[in-house]
Protein backbone atom coordinates (compact mmCIF):
# COMPACT_ATOMS: atom_id res chain seq x y z
CA UNK A 1 0.00 0.00 0.00
CA UNK A 2 1.31 3.24 -0.97
CA UNK A 3 1.43 6.04 1.37
CA UNK A 4 -1.21 8.07 -0.23
CA UNK A 5 -3.73 5.17 0.18
CA UNK A 6 -2.53 4.24 3.67
CA UNK A 7 -3.09 8.08 4.65
CA UNK A 8 -6.71 7.54 3.25
CA UNK A 9 -7.20 4.92 5.52
CA UNK A 10 -5.90 5.78 8.14
CA UNK A 11 -8.13 8.79 8.15
CA UNK A 12 -10.97 6.87 7.70
CA UNK A 13 -10.33 4.82 10.52
CA UNK A 14 -9.72 7.95 12.99
CA UNK A 15 -13.25 9.34 11.79
CA UNK A 16 -15.06 6.15 12.14
CA UNK A 17 -13.86 5.04 15.49
CA UNK A 18 -13.40 8.97 16.52
CA UNK A 19 -9.61 8.08 18.58
CA UNK A 20 -7.65 5.00 17.69
CA UNK A 21 -4.33 4.40 19.07
CA UNK A 22 -1.28 3.52 16.84
CA UNK A 23 -0.78 0.43 17.42
CA UNK A 24 -4.18 -0.64 16.18
CA UNK A 25 -3.65 1.35 13.21
CA UNK A 26 -0.24 -0.86 12.60
CA UNK A 27 -1.83 -4.18 12.96
CA UNK A 28 -5.20 -3.07 10.34
CA UNK A 29 -2.50 -1.76 7.54
CA UNK A 30 0.30 -4.30 8.30
CA UNK A 31 3.26 -1.55 8.98
CA UNK A 32 4.72 -0.57 11.80
CA UNK A 33 3.92 1.67 14.72
CA UNK A 34 6.85 3.99 13.86
CA UNK A 35 5.41 4.55 10.06
CA UNK A 36 1.92 4.96 12.05
CA UNK A 37 3.24 7.68 14.07
CA UNK A 38 4.91 9.58 11.25
CA UNK A 39 1.79 9.25 8.85
CA UNK A 40 0.07 10.74 11.62
CA UNK A 41 2.39 13.57 12.13
CA UNK A 42 1.95 14.31 8.69
CA UNK A 43 -1.41 14.12 8.64
CA UNK A 44 -2.23 16.56 11.89
CA UNK A 45 0.23 19.01 9.62
CA UNK A 46 -2.82 18.43 6.76
CA UNK A 47 -5.56 19.54 9.31
CA UNK A 48 -6.89 15.78 8.69
CA UNK A 49 -6.54 14.15 12.35
CA UNK A 50 -5.12 15.09 15.82
CA UNK A 51 -2.66 13.26 17.54
CA UNK A 52 -2.88 12.49 20.82
CA UNK A 53 -0.88 10.05 22.97
CA UNK A 54 -0.33 7.03 21.76
CA UNK A 55 -2.79 7.47 18.73
CA UNK A 56 -5.04 10.03 16.71
CA UNK A 57 -8.01 11.31 17.10
CA UNK A 58 -10.73 12.57 14.89
CA UNK A 59 -11.24 16.47 13.71
CA UNK A 60 -14.52 15.97 14.18
CA UNK A 61 -14.23 15.55 18.00
CA UNK A 62 -14.50 18.03 20.07
CA UNK A 63 -11.51 18.87 22.02
CA UNK A 64 -11.77 21.61 24.83
CA UNK A 65 -15.00 20.41 26.49
CA UNK A 66 -17.26 23.58 27.64
CA UNK A 67 -20.39 23.56 29.86
CA UNK A 68 -22.56 23.99 26.77
CA UNK A 69 -20.95 20.73 25.33
CA UNK A 70 -21.37 18.55 28.45
CA UNK A 71 -24.76 19.57 28.49
CA UNK A 72 -25.18 18.07 24.78
CA UNK A 73 -23.23 14.84 25.57
CA UNK A 74 -25.54 14.54 28.81
CA UNK A 75 -28.25 14.38 27.38
CA UNK A 76 -27.44 11.49 25.26
CA UNK A 77 -27.24 8.02 26.30
CA UNK A 78 -23.91 7.52 24.65
CA UNK A 79 -21.48 4.84 26.33
CA UNK A 80 -24.40 3.11 28.78
CA UNK A 81 -22.35 0.19 28.66
CA UNK A 82 -19.15 1.37 29.21
CA UNK A 83 -20.63 3.45 32.25
CA UNK A 84 -22.07 0.09 33.49
CA UNK A 85 -19.03 -1.54 33.46
CA UNK A 86 -17.22 0.95 35.58
CA UNK A 87 -19.89 1.78 37.86
CA UNK A 88 -20.31 -2.07 38.61
CA UNK A 89 -16.47 -2.51 39.53
CA UNK A 90 -16.84 0.55 41.88
CA UNK A 91 -19.95 -1.02 43.70
CA UNK A 92 -17.41 -3.66 44.49
CA UNK A 93 -15.65 -1.52 47.08
CA UNK A 94 -18.55 -0.75 49.00
CA UNK A 95 -19.09 -2.80 52.29
CA UNK A 96 -22.32 -2.73 54.42
CA UNK A 97 -22.66 0.19 56.58
CA UNK A 98 -20.21 2.17 54.72
CA UNK A 99 -20.83 5.85 54.03
CA UNK A 100 -20.76 7.01 49.99
CA UNK A 101 -20.46 9.84 48.01
CA UNK A 102 -22.14 9.73 44.44
CA UNK A 103 -20.93 12.51 42.31
CA UNK A 104 -23.78 14.26 39.64
CA UNK A 105 -23.46 13.09 36.08
CA UNK A 106 -24.92 9.97 33.92
CA UNK A 107 -21.36 8.09 34.61
CA UNK A 108 -22.84 7.20 38.34
CA UNK A 109 -26.27 6.78 37.75
CA UNK A 110 -25.83 2.98 37.03
CA UNK A 111 -23.79 2.83 39.96
CA UNK A 112 -27.41 2.86 42.05
CA UNK A 113 -28.35 -0.34 40.97
CA UNK A 114 -25.53 -2.11 42.16
CA UNK A 115 -25.44 -0.78 45.90
CA UNK A 116 -28.82 -2.38 45.81
CA UNK A 117 -29.23 -4.74 48.91
CA UNK A 118 -26.47 -3.04 50.66
CA UNK A 119 -27.03 -1.57 53.74
CA UNK A 120 -25.56 1.93 52.96
CA UNK A 121 -25.74 5.86 53.39
CA UNK A 122 -25.20 7.45 50.11
CA UNK A 123 -24.91 10.86 50.17
CA UNK A 124 -25.58 13.20 46.31
CA UNK A 125 -26.44 16.39 44.84
CA UNK A 126 -27.53 15.26 41.89
CA UNK A 127 -31.39 14.27 40.97
CA UNK A 128 -30.65 11.81 38.57
CA UNK A 129 -29.08 9.71 41.58
CA UNK A 130 -32.29 10.47 43.50
CA UNK A 131 -34.78 9.44 41.04
CA UNK A 132 -32.75 5.57 40.10
CA UNK A 133 -32.97 5.21 44.33
CA UNK A 134 -35.58 2.38 44.85
CA UNK A 135 -33.67 0.93 47.42
CA UNK A 136 -35.50 0.35 51.47
CA UNK A 137 -32.47 -1.31 53.01
CA UNK A 138 -30.10 2.20 52.25
CA UNK A 139 -30.41 5.56 53.15
CA UNK A 140 -30.48 8.51 50.87
CA UNK A 141 -29.19 12.02 51.79
CA UNK A 142 -30.07 14.39 48.77
CA UNK A 143 -28.12 17.57 49.18
CA UNK A 144 -29.79 21.09 48.34
CA UNK A 145 -28.48 24.42 47.19
CA UNK A 146 -28.02 26.03 43.69
CA UNK A 147 -30.00 23.81 41.39
CA UNK A 148 -28.52 23.81 37.59
CA UNK A 149 -31.23 21.80 34.95
CA UNK A 150 -28.72 21.35 32.57
CA UNK A 151 -26.78 19.09 35.46
CA UNK A 152 -29.72 17.83 37.16
CA UNK A 153 -27.47 18.58 40.54
CA UNK A 154 -27.25 21.27 43.19
CA UNK A 155 -23.96 23.10 43.29
CA UNK A 156 -23.31 26.85 45.06
CA UNK A 157 -22.47 27.78 48.68
CA UNK A 158 -25.18 26.17 50.39
CA UNK A 159 -24.57 22.88 48.67
CA UNK A 160 -20.96 23.53 50.08
CA UNK A 161 -22.07 24.40 53.54
CA UNK A 162 -23.94 21.33 53.39
CA UNK A 163 -21.40 18.96 52.46
CA UNK A 164 -19.44 19.88 55.18
CA UNK A 165 -20.97 18.19 57.92
CA UNK A 166 -20.56 14.53 56.43
CA UNK A 167 -17.62 12.08 56.24
CA UNK A 168 -17.08 9.37 53.63
CA UNK A 169 -15.70 6.32 53.84
CA UNK A 170 -15.09 6.50 49.65
CA UNK A 171 -16.43 9.17 47.18
CA UNK A 172 -16.71 8.50 43.59
CA UNK A 173 -16.63 10.97 41.03
CA UNK A 174 -17.17 11.91 37.57
CA UNK A 175 -15.41 14.04 35.12
CA UNK A 176 -15.76 15.80 31.89
CA UNK A 177 -12.42 14.01 30.30
CA UNK A 178 -8.56 12.93 31.03
CA UNK A 179 -5.36 13.80 29.12
CA UNK A 180 -3.06 10.62 29.39
CA UNK A 181 -0.35 12.80 28.55
CA UNK A 182 -0.98 15.43 31.91
CA UNK A 183 -2.41 12.73 33.82
CA UNK A 184 -5.01 15.92 34.18
CA UNK A 185 -8.82 15.24 35.06
CA UNK A 186 -11.21 17.99 33.87
CA UNK A 187 -14.61 19.78 34.50
CA UNK A 188 -16.09 21.94 32.04
CA UNK A 189 -16.75 24.35 34.33
CA UNK A 190 -16.22 25.22 37.89
CA UNK A 191 -19.06 24.78 40.35
CA UNK A 192 -18.92 21.17 39.77
CA UNK A 193 -15.49 21.33 40.81
CA UNK A 194 -15.83 22.96 44.10
CA UNK A 195 -18.20 19.95 44.93
CA UNK A 196 -15.37 17.18 43.89
CA UNK A 197 -12.46 19.20 45.72
CA UNK A 198 -14.97 19.46 49.24
CA UNK A 199 -15.81 15.85 48.46
CA UNK A 200 -12.43 14.79 48.16
CA UNK A 201 -11.19 16.80 51.77
CA UNK A 202 -14.11 14.68 53.30
CA UNK A 203 -13.92 11.12 52.34
CA UNK A 204 -11.18 8.61 53.77
CA UNK A 205 -10.79 7.21 49.95
CA UNK A 206 -11.63 9.10 46.72
CA UNK A 207 -12.42 6.78 43.13
CA UNK A 208 -12.68 8.96 40.05
CA UNK A 209 -14.68 6.77 37.38
CA UNK A 210 -14.23 7.42 33.50
CA UNK A 211 -15.63 6.01 30.61
CA UNK A 212 -13.23 5.22 27.47
CA UNK A 213 -14.65 7.90 25.39
CA UNK A 214 -13.57 10.48 27.64
CA UNK A 215 -9.73 10.21 27.18
CA UNK A 216 -7.85 12.51 25.75
CA UNK A 217 -10.61 14.95 26.17
CA UNK A 218 -10.11 18.19 27.95
CA UNK A 219 -12.48 20.10 29.69
CA UNK A 220 -12.79 23.75 30.74
CA UNK A 221 -11.23 23.61 33.84
CA UNK A 222 -7.86 21.22 35.24
CA UNK A 223 -9.61 19.45 38.06
CA UNK A 224 -6.90 17.19 39.48
CA UNK A 225 -3.98 14.79 38.42
CA UNK A 226 -5.46 11.44 38.38
CA UNK A 227 -2.52 10.42 40.76
CA UNK A 228 -4.65 12.63 43.21
CA UNK A 229 -7.06 9.38 43.69
CA UNK A 230 -6.70 6.12 45.08
CA UNK A 231 -8.36 4.74 42.37
CA UNK A 232 -9.61 5.53 38.57
CA UNK A 233 -11.98 2.75 37.12
CA UNK A 234 -12.68 2.69 33.29
CA UNK A 235 -13.42 0.20 30.88
CA UNK A 236 -11.33 -1.49 28.44
CA UNK A 237 -11.21 0.08 25.15
CA UNK A 238 -9.25 -0.57 21.83
CA UNK A 239 -8.37 2.79 22.06
CA UNK A 240 -6.31 2.56 25.08
CA UNK A 241 -2.94 1.32 25.74
CA UNK A 242 -3.02 0.14 29.36
CA UNK A 243 0.50 -0.46 29.33
CA UNK A 244 0.85 3.37 29.12
CA UNK A 245 -1.64 4.09 31.98
CA UNK A 246 -0.47 5.13 35.40
CA UNK A 247 -0.49 2.50 38.08
CA UNK A 248 -3.34 3.20 39.89
CA UNK A 249 -6.04 2.63 36.90
CA UNK A 250 -8.40 -0.24 37.34
CA UNK A 251 -9.17 -1.38 33.47
CA UNK A 252 -12.47 -3.34 33.69
CA UNK A 253 -13.49 -5.45 30.66
Not at 203 to 231: E, H, P, Q
Amino acid sequence: MIASQRFEKIVEIVNNKKIVNTRELAQILGVTETTIRRDCEELEQKGKLIRVHGGAKSINQKTILSNLDEKEMRERTENYEEKDLVCKKAASFVKDGDCIFLDGGTTLVPMVKYLKGKNVKIVTHSMLIAEAFHDTGSELFVIGGKYIPEYNMSVGPITLGNLAHFNFDYSFLGCAGFDLNRQMIYTAEMETMLIKEKVMELAVKNYMLIDSSKFSIRGFYSFASSSCFDAVICNASDNINQDELPDNFIVVQ
